[in-house]
T-cell receptor
Framework: GAGVSQTPSNKVTEKGKYVELRCDPISGHTALYWYRQSLGQGPEFLIYFQGTGAADDSGLPNDRFFAVRPEGSVSTLKIQRTERGDSAVYLC?????????????FGPGTRLTVL | DQQVKQNSPSLSVQEGRISILNCDYTNSMFDYFLWYKKYPAEGPTFLISISSIKDKNEDGRFTVFLNKSAKHLSLHIVPSQPGDSAVYFCAANNRKLIWGLGTSLAVNP
């Protein structure tokens, strides 16, 4: 079956602009996660959804970042007033449920570059 | 304060030999661990996992060992192949994944 997909694969924007990153999880997976990865680092947790609700958004760095999952499937990560420090690879993952023993499967990521 | 540590940033191994990648963690409440493999410009690919009720899990050429008293796990790849060359990440699943910094493995023909 299809894996996790993310669009766009690359996004270049200017400082101060608004961007949206999209994630399509594996069909039937109830949990969806957003991470971001900077060069030379491990992925850093941002937020996860169980169904339509954000179960844990403690990793969002500030209020410029927001994510939604209105129908419990596709999710959009929204970044307002982008800054150069937001440049990173944004990774999305999904899992069947959100238990501690549920394996998360990742998409290919969106590389965001803020000029 | 990293809760999951991979202290070797890189490892080089000859094809056919064993690769051993190490990972340490600090939180004894973690009960599920995963290894992911990552190629450049791709997302992490799940390799193998282990629950804290086990001390070993094997899948083909990949075996993960868990030593709870030492808070240490290791991934063994036998025999290593050039296609295994990638960055390997250890992660603890606390509903959100908590990651190490990764170890870059190079398997030389």
């Amino acid at each position: 079956g299809a894996g996790v997909s993310q669009t766009p694969s690359n996004k270049v924007t200017e400082k101060g602009k608004y961007v949206e990153l999209r994630c399509d999880p594996i069909s039937g997976h109830t949990a969806l996660y957003w991470y971001r990865q900077s060069l030379g680092q491990g992925p850093e947790f941002l937020i996860y959804f169980q169904g339509t609700g954000a179960a844990d958004d403690s990793g969002l760095p500030n209020d410029r970042f927001f994510a939604v999952r209105p129908e419990g499937s596709v999710s959009t990560l929204k970044i307002q007033r982008t800054e150069r420090g937001d440049s990173a690879v944004y990774l999305c993952a999904s899992s069947l449920n959100s238990g501690s023993q549920d394996t998360q499967y990742f998409g290919p990521g969106t590389r965001l570059t803020v000029l | 304060d990293q809760q999951v540590k991979q202290n070797s940033p890189s490892l080089s191994v000859q094809e056919g030999r064993i690769s051993i990648l190490n990972c340490d963690y600090t939180n004894s409440m973690f009960d599920y661990f995963l290894w992911y493999k990552k190629y450049p410009a791709e997302g992490p690919t799940f390799l193998i996992s282990i629950s804290s009720i086990k001390d070993k899990n094997e899948d083909g050429r990949f075996t993960v060992f868990l030593n709870k008293s030492a808070k240490h796990l290791s991934l063994h790849i036998v025999p290593s192949q050039p296609g295994d060359s990638a960055v390997y990440f250890c992660a603890a699943n606390n509903r959100k994944l908590i990651w190490g910094l990764g170890t870059s493995l190079a398997v030389n023909p």
